[in-house]
């Protein structure tokens, strides 16, 4: 069985290509005709064939019967003119390929249109003469087709057609209607395929051959599905990427670990894309200026000014020449020149506006019709001036609340609070305070040329705090022991009174460092498994790994419970 597939095999026709006397590529016809035990890529030409010496003109094929393997094999080589500059070279037995070969050029004057089939046969490929006498068929059509290459190769396009081995021809088509055609070919088992024909015409317009190349429609379909999925891959890594490096805290004060801060971040980030006036809610102290700059140094306005003011530092009697402005000699000590307003200043930018709650009813009337007509009058003038700028406000006030007391417009609330961003105070971020701890150690140590560290219990109570003036309150305590200490190591007692008198450490007289550090973690723990009522949030939030936090939740909580 194994002899006779060989011989089958012996009456391949097959290829190669050889550039600068190395073979580079080999089908496999020639692999199975060449028998060799090595690779035949990467070899030189010679080595293969001693006794063929290929041609160094590119005018016509060159011929040569040869001996190998004590069989006679025709070979047949063109080099390809340049830029191309390399040989495609023909070989096979000589009882199939003399028929062929009485005139060779019907094969190799088409040569500068299969020169892409030949750099990568991925693609069955089937090569016809000007009459249709199909030449050269792929092994990979034999395959596909389901036909051995005597039943096709020297027959008609117009006979295979007819036998049903294909249907319909697309060669037949492409000869009758001298044009490339793109059709639906079937084989005999019905499986269709994607096949296109192109005819090769020669110097006086006539057809010198067919050239003929399937792909599997099964294939392309599954390829094309495969695409469209890629590419929607593509699209949502995009997507995440750009939400990715936006969230690099290119703005340096902003330290986000915990889950609260990372969702505040998220829909800052979705805000900043879109041009609309918002409102930033949270306790004095939790950073809502800094989420401001935030969104505006990731919106479309990040080139143009942010300006910040706040109502409730202003008396209300200046406030409103502060917001809008004013014209020379509008009111007794104006300034001659006149004064331009917070809100032109902040032109094509962001303008914060700070305590909002403060901001007195009529001047509320005021910037409700600035924001809905875009237009806006200094005090003492007459024409209105267009104005182009987006409003953040910011509060630490109930606006609900002052809304039902008649203390904020109902319809500026709702006219701010179109996405409202509430910023949690730091006790609800217990993942973020040891990093913010550190963070303005290192940047007090930095500026004031100290190189201070905290103890284990000193570090136990600023965790333990619950940090009523949150971040700023957190800030200006660690610059304030930086600078007071005496020591390099700062310990538990140089902290000011007010940290220090926490209900467990004024009646611990007696209580071990590792006792304390217990009761602190399991409060920690406890307060955060009644918060989030889940292990992975309470790991995100303490900022440990999912296993140590069920192993704490189980030795605090569980434990108890049962």
């Known amino acids: 069985?194994?002899?006779?597939?060989?011989?089958?095999?012996?009456?391949?026709?097959?290829?190669?290509?050889?550039?600068?006397?190395?073979?580079e590529h080999a089908d496999e016809n020639a692999i199975a005709l060449l028998k060799f035990r090595k690779l035949i890529v990467g070899q030189p030409f010679s080595f293969l064939f001693p006794k063929y010496k290929l041609p160094r003109i590119c005018e016509k094929p060159y011929c040569k019967v040869i001996k190998l393997n004590s069989k006679k094999l025709l070979v047949a080589s063109v080099l390809l003119p340049s830029p191309l500059e390399y040989f495609l070279v023909l070989v096979g037995p000589t009882e199939q390929l003399i028929p062929v070969f009485e005139k060779p050029e019907s094969l190799f004057k088409i040569h500068p249109k299969i020169i892409p089939l030949f750099e990568s046969i991925v693609d069955d490929i089937v090569i016809s003469d000007g009459d249709g006498v199909i030449l050269y068929i792929s092994p990979t059509f034999k395959e596909l087709y389901g036909v051995a290459e005597e039943e096709v190769v020297g027959k008609t396009v117009f006979e295979v057609e007819k036998k049903k081995i294909v249907s319909p021809s697309v060669s037949t088509i492409a000869l009758k209607k001298r044009k490339k055609v793109t059709i639906v070919q079937e084989n005999r088992e019905g499986r269709k395929f994607v096949v296109t024909a192109v005819p090769v015409l020669n110097e006086e317009n006539k057809i010198q051959g067919i050239i003929s190349y399937n792909r599997d429609v099964h294939e392309y379909l599954e390829l094309k599905e495969r695409y469209k999925k890629l590419e929607n891959k593509v699209i949502r890594f995009s997507s995440e990427i750009r939400e990715l490096r936006q969230k690099e805290m290119r703005f340096p004060n902003i330290i986000a670990k915990s889950v609260q801060m990372k969702n505040v971040l998220n829909l800052a980030i979705k805000v900043a894309a879109v041009d609309i006036n918002l409102i930033l809610t949270g306790e004095s102290g939790v950073g809502k200026n800094l989420i401001a700059k935030f969104i505006h140094n990731h919106s479309a306005r990040k080139k143009s000014p942010f300006i910040e003011i706040s109502c409730g530092a202003i008396p209300e009697t200046l406030l409103e020449s502060e917001l809008f402005g004013y014209e020379p000699g509008s009111f007794t000590g104006a300034r001659k020149e006149g004064k331009t307003g917070m809100i032109e200043l902040a032109e094509k930018g962001t303008l914060l506006l700070d305590e909002i709650g403060e901001l007195p009813l009529q001047l509320q009337v005021k910037l409700l019709k600035v924001l809905q007509e875009k237009k806006m009058t200094k005090i003492g003038g007459i024409?209105?001036?267009?104005?182009?700028?987006?409003?953040?406000?910011?509060?630490?006030?109930?606006?609900?609340?002052?809304?039902?007391?008649?203390?904020?417009?109902?319809?500026?609330?709702?006219?701010?609070?179109?996405?409202?961003?509430?910023?949690?105070?730091?006790?609800?971020?217990?993942g973020d305070l040891l990093l913010l701890i550190t963070h303005f150690l290192e940047r007090s140590n930095q500026h004031y040329q100290k190189q201070k560290t905290l103890s284990s219990q000193a570090m136990d109570i600023l965790l333990k705090y619950e940090w009523p003036g949150n971040v700023r309150e957190l800030e200006n305590l660690v610059?304030?022991?930086?600078?007071?200490?005496?020591?390099?190591?700062?310990?538990?007692?140089?902290?000011?009174?007010?940290?220090?008198?926490?209900?467990?450490?004024?009646?611990?007289?007696?209580?071990?460092?590792?006792?304390?550090?217990?009761?602190?973690?399991?409060?920690?723990?406890?307060?955060?498994?009644?918060?989030?009522?889940?292990?992975?949030?309470?790991?995100?939030?303490?900022?440990?790994?999912?296993?140590?936090?069920?192993?704490?939740?189980?030795?605090?909580?569980?434990s108890v419970q049962e």
């Not at 194994?2 to 190395?22: H, Q, T």
């Open 383 to 430: 024409e209105p001036v267009k104005i182009n700028f987006r409003l953040i406000a910011a509060t630490n006030r109930d606006l609900v609340k002052l809304v039902k007391e008649g203390l904020f417009r109902e319809d500026l609330y709702y006219r701010l609070n179109v996405v409202p961003i509430k910023i949690p105070p730091l006790r609800e971020r217990q």
């Open 479 to 558: 610059e304030r022991i930086v600078i007071t200490s005496d020591q390099e190591h700062i310990y538990a007692d140089e902290l000011p009174n007010e940290i220090k008198s926490l209900p467990w450490i004024s009646s611990s007289e007696g209580i071990s460092l590792p006792r304390a550090k217990e009761i602190i973690e399991k409060q920690m723990v406890q307060k955060a498994y009644d918060r989030l009522k889940t292990t992975i949030g309470v790991a995100k939030a303490l900022g440990i790994s999912p296993a140590s936090a069920s192993r704490k939740i189980k030795k605090h909580i569980v």
């Open 1 to 23: 069985m194994k002899g006779s597939k060989r011989r089958k095999e012996a009456k391949f026709v097959g290829f190669l290509k050889v550039k600068n006397g190395i073979v």
